[in-house]
């Protein structure tokens, strides 16, 4: 299946206004996809961001705006792409949410919010876009964390909502086998959680990157690229996470 002409594939990346859902948008869109840009209240840097890929390629993008912890609203994403390009082919859940939940502080609230954004919807997407993925040979990329794998004491709801997701990766690359591949990118440091900026924080991103074999921060564009490759090119590979983190994984 090509990525051009009338029949170009069409991807569904949540939180695509922003960050890497905005570098993830750009990647498969210069690829030749046609995008629909998810966001919650980023709209103005959504409708930016198509008004950048239009120009581009004219009528390739769709905004369409929902809360992700709102189950009955997640179809509605799936309608809304199969309504303009008649299509869906990908689906990448890019959608995160986090806060700090250490032990002793963790109330239902937390545990709600973080699991509907970062585990409930990406699996409540899949199921409603599973159809049209597999009637397309489609394939699904989910943005996990390494702090699925290695958490964090103060972000025990965050860290435990990746660990479903990545159990969800792999269950889903069975469930949908073998007309759509599933996988997920963990990345590492990218980019900071946006509400922390303070002394600690600061100090506590140089511990991490002094542990980081490759010393850098990583950029958007490059767990872009690894969102790409799993969602168009790695025709065999299915039910794997792979981790964008400069080598950090090895280490921790």
């Given at each position: ?41 980023s ?46 082919d ?7 949410a ?11 609230d ?10 409930q ?46 159990s ?21 440091a ?7 900026a ?9 511990a ?10 990583g ?17 065999y ?7 964008v ?8």
């Open positions: 299946m090509t990525a051009t002409g009338p029949k170009r594939r069409v991807v569904l990346v949540t939180g695509a206004a922003r960050r890497i859902g905005a570098a993830i948008a750009r990647s498969l869109h210069a690829a030749g996809c046609d995008i629909v840009l998810h966001y919650r209240g709209r103005s840097e959504a409708e930016a961001l198509a008004r950048e890929l239009d120009a581009v390629r004219a009528g390739s993008t769709l905004c369409v705006a929902a809360d992700l912890a709102d189950a009955a609203a997640l179809p509605g994403l799936v309608d809304a792409a199969r309504a303009r390009f008649g299509r869906l990908g689906l990448v859940n890019n959608a995160s986090f806060h700090a939940t250490p032990f002793g502080a963790v109330t239902p937390h545990w709600q919010a973080l699991f509907a954004a970062n585990a919807a990406p699996l409540l997407l899949a199921q409603a876009a599973a159809p049209f993925l597999r009637s397309a040979g489609g394939a699904i990329v989910n943005l996990a964390d390494i702090y699925a794998d290695r958490p964090k004491a103060d972000s025990l709801v965050y860290s435990a909502a990746k660990a479903a997701l990545v969800l990766t792999r269950s889903l690359a069975i469930a949908l086998a073998p007309e759509v591949r599933v996988n997920a990118v963990a990345p590492g990218i980019l900071w959680p946006e509400q922390t303070d002394a600690d924080a600061a100090a506590e991103r140089a991490m990157l002094a542990r980081t074999p490759l010393g850098r921060t950029q958007a564009a490059e767990v872009a690229e690894a969102v790409r490759w799993l969602l168009l090119d790695a025709g590979v299915t039910g794997q996470v792979l981790a983190d400069g080598g950090r994984s090895v280490v921790d």
